[in-house]
């Protein structure tokens, strides 16, 4: 059998052309392969507990002539609603103590469970309590150490504040202010 020129070219032709055609195929099968899909919109939030006082936006205390070793008494009910436990710390922001009076207020402050019931201001059947802080004023900076009870989700916490001069401090015509502050951290 001879070969010739143009058999060749006819066998090159047809080999060329089912490649192309095999190329074709291939790549349409594979675009029939390929897709992409998408999930939108996801989102991560974390919740907020809620951490409130019934003061109303009242101070607690608004003394005037107070008598040194007279002690003034208040109550306060602090709740939380949140997704895990929460220790609150308390400290006091003097907001003007320009007669330096501080240093001579002395402050105990005593917890115990409350209820959405307590009224504010009022320490009325306040009973025992674990003590939370006793000292100056001055001393119950927001870095204090305060060792309040931890509380869980729906826990009322009955805080009362014992406020007195002693008698052998010279408190005469003086006054502070001050801000109590409970902030914390969940656990």
Aim: glycine letters at 10%; proline letters at 5%.
């Amino acid at each position: 059998m001879t070969t010739t020129r143009a058999g060749i070219a006819r066998s090159a032709s047809a080999v060329v052309a089912l490649m192309v055609v095999s190329l074709l195929i291939i790549t349409g099968s594979r675009a029939a392969f390929t897709g992409q899909t998408t999930n939108p919109g996801n989102s991560v939030a974390v919740t907020n507990g809620v951490f409130t006082d019934n003061d109303g936006n009242i101070p607690m205390f608004s003394v005037t002539n107070l008598v040194p070793g007279d002690i003034v008494s208040s109550c306060i009910t602090l709740y939380y609603n949140g997704p895990s436990t929460f220790t609150p710390d308390l400290g006091a922001n003097l907001v003007d103590n320009t007669d330096d009076l501080a240093k001579d207020v002395l402050v105990t402050v005593t917890e115990t469970t409350g209820s959405a019931s307590d009224t504010f201001g009022d320490c009325t059947g306040f009973v025992g309590g674990t003590p939370v802080f006793t000292g100056a004023l001055d001393t119950l900076t927001p870095a204090a150490t305060t060792t309040h009870l931890p509380m869980t989700a729906g826990t009322y916490r009955r805080v009362k504040f014992d406020i007195t001069v002693p008698i052998v401090a010279d408190p005469f015509g003086k006054s502070v202010t001050a801000d109590f502050v409970w902030d914390g951290t969940s656990v």
